[in-house]
């Protein structure tokens, strides 16, 4: 299997070196460009499962499709309140990757609908102001952080300093601040985001704080008209952070770089974002299936 990390890396450039292809700012992606998000969105399907499906490997098309990892360091969540996510050695990076709402679930889907903007600790986020955050994807956070930093320690004493952080839907929204905080806990490892169909997790200080801690290395991409991506509104204050891939037509063919903070040629051109089937992809091809295909 190519290289994760290489391939994250090759994402990033997109941004940091655009190709001839411009519309305002907006860069249209290559096929080399678009291929790291395959292995990525295995990635983001397989923390669907339950922890044994993890630790035995046995987690569908996401694992056979996936190297077998070094070490898995860690596992959790109760796929209700809490959603499922692990913490992987996979040779080049350490992979942490956390799934979505479970739509079967009255508590996960509370999660989601709990709007309240909350303050949130400098524990976790220093020199943080102003910043208020949806206290449902913030409370899932805070449950989470503490298994997935020592997993993460586990991986930075067996020398791996990259990390990749990985999240579809929900998970998207814990990936922004999970990355965030990673790279703010352990200054020497490089912390990558690599979020799938996240919604907006706070306000305009919160999206200006991811930007501000790890630049181009977070990117979230949106599959066209994918209504989760819009939510919640700006109306009520919330904003994305930088560096959305948006998948620009219905075809799925098209995806593109988009600099800045709701950049209005991608997603937000649209006068209406209110699918629902695309928003499980594809993704390069993938579609987030978890352990049922």
């Not at 994305?240 to 800045?260: D, F, H, L, R, V």
Request: contains cysteine; aromatic residues 10%; charged residues 10%.
């Amino acid at each position: 299997m190519l290289q994760l990390l290489t391939l994250a890396l090759a994402a990033t450039t997109a941004f940091a070196t655009p190709t001839p292809e411009r519309r305002d700012s907006v860069v249209t992606l290559t096929s080399e460009q678009i291929a790291p998000w395959k292995n990525l969105a295995y990635y983001a399907s397989a923390a669907y499962c339950a922890s044994s499906k993890i630790k035995s490997w046995s987690c569908g098309t996401a694992c056979k499709n996936l190297a077998t990892p070094q070490t898995v360091y860690a596992t959790g969540g109760d796929n209700a309140q809490t959603p499922y996510w692990y913490v992987l050695n996979n040779g080049s990076a350490i992979i942490v990757s956390v799934c979505g709402t479970n739509a079967l679930s009255y508590a996960s889907i509370a999660v989601d609908m709990d709007y309240t903007p909350t303050a949130p600790d400098s524990t976790y986020f220093p020199n943080l102001s102003g910043a208020k955050l949806h206290h449902g994807f913030y409370s899932a956070f805070t449950r989470i952080a503490p298994g997935v930093a020592t997993g993460v320690q586990s991986g930075l004493d067996a020398g791996i300093t990259d990390v990749i952080v990985i999240g579809h839907s929900l998970g998207g929204a814990i990936g922004h601040q999970l990355a965030t905080y990673l790279q703010q806990k352990f200054t020497s490892a490089t912390v990558y985001g690599r979020l799938f169909a996240s919604p907006r997790v706070g306000n305009q200080a919160w999206a200006d704080y991811v930007d501000s801690t790890l630049g181009t290395r977070a990117q979230h991409i949106v599959n066209y008209n994918d209504a989760v991506p819009q939510s919640p509104s700006q109306a009520m204050g919330f904003q994305q952070s930088s560096n959305e891939i948006w998948i620009a037509n219905a075809a799925g063919t098209k995806y593109i770089a988009c600099p800045g903070q709701e950049n209005k040629a991608c997603q937000d051109s649209l006068a209406a974002a209110t699918g629902t089937s695309v928003h499980l992809g594809p993704y390069a091809g993938v579609t987030i299936s978890g352990c049922y295909y």
